[in-house]
């Protein structure tokens, strides 16, 4: 009788609490848009059947063609921006008669406004930043339909360096909860203490009380680890407690994890936390947390270490549009550029310069990377006429308090940043400034070191640096100091921002090899030493005159234990300023990768010394005029000496010096096979060759990924190389190449990665470049067969099947 009495209990509680979970629900699908402005379309009655059916996220500019005349310049890759309008029309269930009803936007770019069934919620500037409206009050519980509208308004230009997007670029949700919940990013949960054998989890819950009725209320917090398996309890009571029973308050409590597993770059473990807000033993709201156990410091002498491992934080600069995408948040793509970083050795993201996507952050969470979360490119001085600072007075402070809120559980958020390059370096508003924003931060979040990535190198002239305030001395460029920088700056700890602005074009090679170039030389405009094809030397021998190129800042960070790292300008190319070259370049040099996602040479040097796998990589091809001298460069580590061979004759044995990351060979051109043997102990480590190659014969398509989700999000990543009748890589081909997809898929955009091409994203046919072409299925949302075939004139197509499931 006891054993069914318990039964009936644990079943009874069950069912309550799966009735109590709150609803989250998806918003992103089944939404209208138009490109224009009216003033009426904010009105649950206007008819919207003319206008497009879409999920979201979206951005309509990357839909646009390019144009010297849209006014957001080339700077910000010369794609339209405007006024845009977003409704949906949409039913709730029936209990929310009974709930509190919110609408959560993870970012709009720009100037949002929003009505629910003709009421104005607000307005929101910042396009980075996440926020929500509740909307209890304007629900109409006597019909059966609700209308929400939201105008995006991105046409006041220039008012970005980048390019930006426009629209609803990231996911929107519905939140119901009961009376009595935990507030939106209303968990907070740090581990102060951590040891082998035991790390104390401390957790902050804040609680909103809109309920108005009496009770006897409490907090359970149970910790589960990676398998599922529960590992700790939390609680804490919250009768009699400020802001108990109606109003919103925080309740700290703690619990213990035995032998917990630290988070790491190498093994990026979570843990879960699920807190349930229990009245009168009820639970009436629940709410999930994943965070991770680690500890760091940055020391003045012997830099950063990260869970006592003295590391280097090997990091990159990202801009957040995603190429041929886009603004428009993707996870598989988001996934797909942390991936081929990863594979690099890179081990931290700068958030280029602006709060990311939270799904950004969950991936780094889990795949193992350190971010510099980032919240301003610019304060009260501008650097585009109609950029943030017309906005800053007003919307700073709520602004930078929500990025903290929403991102200070993610384990791999290890930094924030106030800004970038800020012009009050320069003068004394920096001091006021600096001190208000790092005080917001600390309020919020005492755990994280704050900086700001200056350039302003004399102490005496940088106010922002006089404030006294930040924890972490953020120094962009200026390479040349590093050295002394703990006699320049005493006491202070460094990272370094921002590095390099090192240029290439992929798979374009100037001669000579040695010979620097930096833009503009003195007196010059960008184009004066520049290509007519725009494009750059692909030898790491080009960079911007305020930089360097990527040997020369890896070699000082390497040497000095007290420097913490450096983030790289840039991981990716990225859409917009596209020095050094003015229109029709409308796209970056400076990535490690292009923008299509495939690797520049110098990926390959970092690869060799920020990796342990075995590199072995010989540039340039090996198609060239008889006769010509070619500079012949290998990157490769894990051995003592490469040789290299013309068509089975040695050209010599090289060794890299201390400090050196490749060696280099002057060769007299002839047609043949190039090979490169490096050894170690004068056993063989590794061999590549490149061979002088014939006409196009044919196209070779490598996908990522043959068997997508069926959810209508996935991607399948899809190279098409141009390759002679014996399978080499055609260095210099351009074929123009045509898509066909048939099925459960979509063509989501097609890019070769040349920063000046005028081909839209969005056609079906797009011209490779020195031999590389991507295409991007997306899935739709059911399962089944994607048939996709590829032509190009004069060459056989060639087809493949993905699956969705």
Request: glycine content about 8%; some cysteine.
């Amino acid at each position: 009788m006891k054993r069914f009495f318990y039964i009936l209990v644990f079943a009874l509680l069950s069912s309550y609490i799966a009735s109590a979970q709150r609803t989250v629900i998806d918003f992103n699908n089944n939404w209208k848009f138009w490109l224009g402005d009216t003033s009426i379309a904010k009105e649950p009655g206007y008819s919207d059947n003319d206008w497009r059916a879409l999920n979201l996220p979206h951005d309509w500019s990357i839909e646009g063609e390019f144009s010297e005349k849209n006014p957001g310049t080339p700077n910000q890759a010369a794609l339209p921006t405007g006024i845009g309008w977003y409704r949906k029309t949409f039913t709730l269930p029936a209990t929310a008669a009974h709930q509190n009803v919110s609408i959560e936007f993870d970012g709009v770019y720009r100037n949002s406004e929003v009505w629910v069934n003709g009421h104005y919620l607000g307005k929101r500037p910042n396009g980075y930043i996440s926020f929500g409206y509740d909307i209890t009050q304007y629900i109409d519980s006597g019909a059966a339909q609700q209308v929400i509208a939201v105008k995006v308004d991105n046409s006041l230009q220039p008012n970005s360096r980048w390019y930006t997007g426009s629209g609803i670029y990231r996911s929107v949700r519905l939140v119901l909860t009961n009376k009595i919940a935990i507030d939106q990013w209303g968990t907070f949960i740090t581990t102060p203490n951590i040891s082998s054998s035991i790390a104390m989890v401390h957790i902050q819950s804040t609680i909103n009380n809109n309920s108005g009725q009496l009770g006897h209320g409490s907090l359970n917090t149970y910790i589960y680890d990676a398998s599922g398996k529960l590992v700790s309890k939390g609680y804490a009571s919250l009768h009699g407690a400020p802001g108990w029973p109606t109003g919103k308050a925080a309740y700290t409590y703690t619990a213990a994890i035995n032998k917990p597993i630290l988070w790491s770059v190498e093994n990026p473990y979570l843990y879960k936390a699920v807190t349930r807000v229990l009245v009168n033993g009820k639970v009436v709201d629940e709410y999930a947390t994943q965070f991770g156990i680690r500890y760091f410091d940055f020391d003045v002498q012997k830099g950063f270490s990260l869970n006592g491992k003295p590391m280097k934080i090997l990091g990159v600069c990202m801009h957040h549009d995603l190429g041929a995408l886009g603004a428009a948040v993707n996870v598989r793509a988001m996934e797909r550029q942390l991936q081929i970083l990863k594979d690099m050795g890179c081990n931290a993201i700068r958030t280029s310069h602006n709060p990311p996507a939270p799904e950004w952050l969950d991936l780094c969470d889990k795949m193992g990377f350190l971010v510099m979360d980032e919240a301003f490119d610019m304060w009260h001085k501008k650097k585009n006429k109609f950029d943030y600072n017309i906005d800053f007075d007003q919307w700073h402070k709520q602004d930078l308090e929500d990025q903290v809120k929403r991102d200070r559980n993610h384990p791999s958020v290890i930094i924030w940043s106030i800004g970038n390059e800020i012009r009050e370096q320069f003068d004394s508003t920096g001091i006021p400034l600096t001190k208000e924003l790092v005080s917001i931060v600390k309020a919020l979040d005492t755990t994280r070191p704050v900086t700001s990535a200056l350039t302003e190198t004399d102490t005496t002239k940088n106010f922002i640096y006089q404030a006294n305030a930040l924890d972490l001395m953020g120094m962009n460029y200026n390479q040349q100091l590093y050295p002394d920088f703990l006699q320049k700056y005493p006491g202070k700890k460094f990272l370094a921002t921002e590095t390099m602005s090192a240029l290439a074009s992929r798979g374009h090679y100037d001669l000579p090899a040695d010979s620097m170039r930096f833009w503009p030389l003195k007196g010059q405009k960008f184009v004066e030493n520049g290509n007519p094809d725009y494009t750059v030397s692909a030898y790491d021998n080009v960079a911007a005159y305020w930089g360097s190129t990527h040997e020369q800042t890896w070699r000082i960070i390497k040497q000095y234990e007290f420097l913490s790292g450096l983030f790289v300008w840039s991981g990716f190319d990225f859409l917009g300023e596209p020095v050094p070259y003015p229109w029709p370049a409308r796209s970056s040099y400076y990535g490690i990768i292009d923008l299509a996602g495939f690797p520049k040479d110098a990926y390959y040097m970092y690869q060799s010394e920020w990796t342990s796998k075995t590199v072995l990589h010989l540039l340039p091809h090996w198609n060239w005029q008889s006769g010509r001298e070619v500079d012949v460069w290998a990157y490769y580590n894990n051995a003592d000496e490469v040789e290299l061979y013309l068509n089975n004759r040695s050209l010599g044995i090289r060794k890299k010096q201390p400090l050196d990351f490749h060696v280099q060979w002057r060769v007299k051109y002839e047609p043949g096979t190039l090979k490169a043997v490096s050894r170690k102990n004068g056993k063989i480590v590794s061999t590549k060759t490149i061979n002088t190659t014939g006409e196009p014969a044919k196209l070779e398509i490598v996908p990522d990924k043959r068997i997508l989700h069926a959810d209508g999000k996935d991607l399948s990543f899809i190279t098409v190389r141009i390759v002679d009748k014996n399978g080499n890589l055609v260095p210099a081909a351009d074929n123009k190449i045509t898509i066909e997809i048939v099925g459960m898929g979509a063509l989501a955009g097609m890019d070769n990665g040349y920063p000046a091409s005028m081909e839209s994203f969005k056609a079906a046919s797009h011209k490779a470049y020195n031999g590389l072409c991507l295409a991007i299925i997306q899935s739709k949302a059911a399962a089944g067969s994607i048939q996709v075939k590829f032509t190009s004139p004069g060459l056989p197509p060639v087809n493949i099947v993905l699956q969705t499931q």
